[in-house]
């Protein structure tokens, strides 16, 4: 098993910065790519950013490229998803997620799930 907890969120303007954190327990966390997922209300789950195990390899959606950066420490277990440029649509709960195998922007591919942060942009 693993565990993910989640933290970071909260309100910020539109244009403003947050910077999530993913803390993993149990097992190897470098066994593992990583991802950040999310929830708007009224709309499905959807893809954001994923790593590879080593942090060499990343991958966005087209939606937040060039704006938000997934990163990730194997010495502190932690994945982090630095947001820049946020905007009103970017309000979500965010969700990370851990996977062994599978495409790493599927959601099916991932075992383990945090119980998401809630980020709100005003404008």
């Known amino acids: 098993q693993v565990q993910l907890v989640e933290s970071g969120g909260g309100l910020v303007q539109a244009g403003g910065s947050l910077r999530l954190s993913c803390a993993a327990s149990g097992r190897t966390f470098s066994n593992y790519r990583m991802a950040w997922f999310r929830q708007a209300p009224g709309k499905e789950r959807e893809f954001v950013a994923c790593i590879s195990r080593n942090g060499g390899i990343t991958y966005y959606a087209d939606s937040v490229k060039d704006r938000f950066t997934i990163s990730r420490d194997n010495a502190k277990n932690t994945v982090y998803l630095q947001m820049n440029s946020l905007k009103r649509e970017d309000t979500a709960v965010y969700y990370c997620?851990?996977?062994?195998?599978?495409?790493?922007?599927?959601?099916?591919?991932?075992?383990?799930w945090g119980q998401g942060t809630q980020v709100t942009v005003s404008s």
């Open positions: 997620a851990a996977a062994r195998y599978g495409t790493c922007s599927l959601s099916q591919s991932y075992d383990y």
